[in-house]
């Protein structure tokens, strides 16, 4: 199997346990507070927003986790996903290195989300809900739990951030196919959005200002409840099968990723792909580096404080330890939508205060310029989320050809843009910019840090 | 390997023979004529427009044709495609039958046409071909060939059917992306063009008028060659690859087809998939049904006159033996772009004559309505031409509930949807109408046959 373009797994080869990093790392994360207390959160205050099973996963020290029969069963509409070796980037880019990537854009919406939407729905169906409230930004996510929702027969509601809904309408109508009803965010169906609202008539919205209106909306419904489609534990937690895949892709390439790069938003792609290579690192196997990208216009891990904020704009949720800009912090209507998050999944920011992981930041045009020659070499056009782990791969693999190294690189490429089109048109077309993050506009945010 | 979801083929398994049905017919395909001496035409009347390598290809009587080393490498990035079983559709249909889908929106442009685009490519650039020019219905086949050009460094130069530009802004994006200049069509850059516009400024075009205008600016450029995206023999001879590889999954599957449905438009998926399983019947090993299934509004098998006509709207072809709604006839602008064709591939045009397939048409509003019920359960959007296969599929598994028999219905599952969302937004927000076309409109047109 070494030499292929592509590394496939069959039916029987899909993970049936969801791998859980906390009892392999050298100490535990800090556990989210109540905002009001100080006190680590239990159970009960998660029982609005979330069900029985979700939140058990969400605290289990357990490493390993089944996966319900009923969701491999939906899983394997599009998985295992392939590993691709890069072999005509390689060739343009004229590198040493030897590139592959982990390809999560076959799944029906086109992004690595339904791996935990599936499981998500599949949980709160089992327990009686029959709504689901959500927030999307790059409408991945929103996609993902439509689709979920339609798989199990649950209403789904999704709260669009607005800049997102007006540059991709194609987002919602493919939620609406999928059976979904779509708001913009900011909406005036909430108060957290009249809030907004009055204050911002113009607001572009942020996943921060979303999530708080669908948060708010299933509080107050016995029948509904909350989910969320990065950041938390669980949904980490049921990414791994990426990085599970991946690790068996390799054995059949013969061949080990010496780095390892992903972009981070929420960070639940990058830790799908990273945490079972992070154990194998951990037991002394491989040794690879572990490189996040993040987007200079929203730069959590490189320019973000590690402090305890809210996971929203309104600041509903529980205290989480992160590295975050401020909750109040809106960035800038950049394309990558799914990166537009003022936090960073509090279990990854903890494995980067170990240092375990490096972090960087690139702009958006080097990003894209990156995806372009990707689409022209691969055929496939990267979403404007993982072009940012392309920008950083295509940094590395030149750097190869520099120094001669036949470097090992693994990319998370989490999904295709063909529903964000737009903004490769603004970047053929010169009319992108990069909205680098003024110092002041930071401080100012980080002030509101509680 | 029975009892999948998905039957994957490895690497290995590509085929690595193009399958070419006119020596198996029991009498051939009557040749196409110089529309001036109505003699057959030979090479050199062919010469300005294709490679040497795919006029000896469209002519061939061998039964197989080698495919490029330089072809299958390209192929490798998405071929074999999957094929499904399609076990949650089967379930809301609440029926017997088994139900099958070759799966080519796997494709870096969501859909079959890179089959044969990428060896177009490949044979123009051997022979020193600078650029290529095409017209594109749906987008996809420029979407193709842009991916195809960028691929051996062509210039890709393509006329858009007004109708799509207008409805699939994302397309275009797509074939800039790849590195493709596009037009709308009826465009003022051709003598074709202009002479559409000055008779109906409002045209919303259709691939005769967009061939028109690709094939006068390929002629008039030594340099430049045309590209066809369906209807000749050397594109549905590419698209075995698709065919041949169903036959093997249906080997790991245990099971044999006994129905077989698939959309027509110019007849290059239809052929693809059927040509290698005519062989198998015409040798007595297999009986399926074959049944291709066009739209209502551009019916050209079920009420076309079977006739030497010209491929396109200004007359520039050669005259093809074929099933034609008249070459002057424009479709209304129904959704499944790729279908709106006056004429149908004269090989299957033949294969129909001598009763080897079936033909059906379909109104689209029925065939929506089983692309979103395919949706919800298989999670794959499907474009708007295979929905029509999938009404089809649906009306048989139907039927089968009715009667109890246990059918293994083989859908081709030709592309996704994700740059036609608005025709489901259509669909989904009661804006679409059933464009049957009238009788009288009908026979003007048909007049028009030389």
Redo the contacts between chains.
């Keep these: 199997m070494a030499g292929?373009?592509?590394y496939?797994l069959?039916?029987d080869d899909l993970p049936t346990q969801w791998y859980n990093v906390v009892p392999d790392l050298p100490e535990p994360p800090p556990p989210p507070l109540h905002p009001g207390t100080r006190e680590p959160v239990g159970p009960d205050d998660l029982a609005p927003l979330f069900p029985q099973a979700l939140i058990a996963q969400e605290v289990t020290t357990d490493r390993y986790v089944d996966i319900p029969g009923e969701v491999l069963?939906?899983y394997?509409?599009?998985r295992p996903s392939p590993l691709?070796r890069a072999r005509?980037l390689e060739k343009l880019l004229d590198t040493p290195a030897r590139i592959y990537y982990k390809y999560e854009g076959?799944?029906?919406v086109?992004s690595h989300k339904?791996n935990t939407a599936v499981p998500q729905a599949f949980y709160n169906a089992a327990e009686g809900v029959t709504r689901l409230t959500t927030e999307t930004g790059a409408g991945q996510w929103g996609s993902a739990l439509a689709?979920a929702c339609?798989?199990y027969g649950l209403d789904c509601e999704v709260w669009q951030v607005r800049a997102s809904y007006d540059q991709k309408p194609?987002r919602k109508?493919?939620m609406?196919?999928?059976?979904a009803t779509v708001h913009p965010s900011p909406s005036d169906l909430t108060q957290a959005g009249r809030k907004v609202l009055a204050d911002h008539p113009d607001s572009t919205g942020s996943l921060g200002i979303a999530i708080s209106e669908a948060v708010e909306q299933a509080a107050g419904d016995p029948n509904a409840r909350y989910a969320l489609g990065s950041v938390l534990n669980h949904v980490l937690l049921h990414q791994t099968v990426i990085g599970e895949e991946a690790i068996k892709q390799f054995e059949l390439a013969e061949d080990t990723p010496d780095v390892i790069v992903g972009c981070t938003g929420g960070g639940s792609n990058f830790g799908g792909l990273v945490f079972p290579f992070l154990r194998e690192k951990l037991a002394g196997r491989i040794s690879p580096e572990i490189r996040a990208v993040e987007p200079a216009a929203c730069p959590s891990l490189t320019r973000g404080r590690y402090a305890y904020d809210f996971g929203d704009t309104a600041g509903l949720t529980p205290l989480l330890k992160m590295h975050t800009l401020g909750h109040e912090f809106i960035p800038d209507p950049i394309h990558a939508g799914g990166l537009r998050y003022h936090g960073m999944s509090p279990l990854l920011s903890h494995i980067y205060e170990l240092g375990l992981l490096e972090a960087i930041a690139v702009p958006q045009q080097e990003c894209f310029s990156a995806g372009?020659r990707f689409?022209?070499t691969?055929?496939?056009?990267p979403a404007p989320e993982p072009t940012h782990a392309l920008a950083a791969c295509v940094r590395e693999a030149l750097r190869c050809k520099e120094t001669g190294e036949e470097k090992v690189i693994l990319t998370a490429l989490c999904g295709h843009a063909?529903?964000d089109?737009?903004a490769?048109?603004a970047y053929?077309t010169g009319q992108m910019v990069d909205n680098d993050l003024a110092q002041d506009t930071l401080e100012t945010s980080l002030a509101g840090i509680p």
Tied chains: 1, 2.
């Design positions: 292929r373009t592509k496939l069959d039916e069963d939906v394997r509409l599009w691709y005509r076959v799944s029906p086109g339904p689709f339609a798989t194609y109508i493919m609406e196919t999928f059976g372009v689409a022209r691969e055929g496939i056009i063909h529903l089109l737009p490769y048109n053929l």
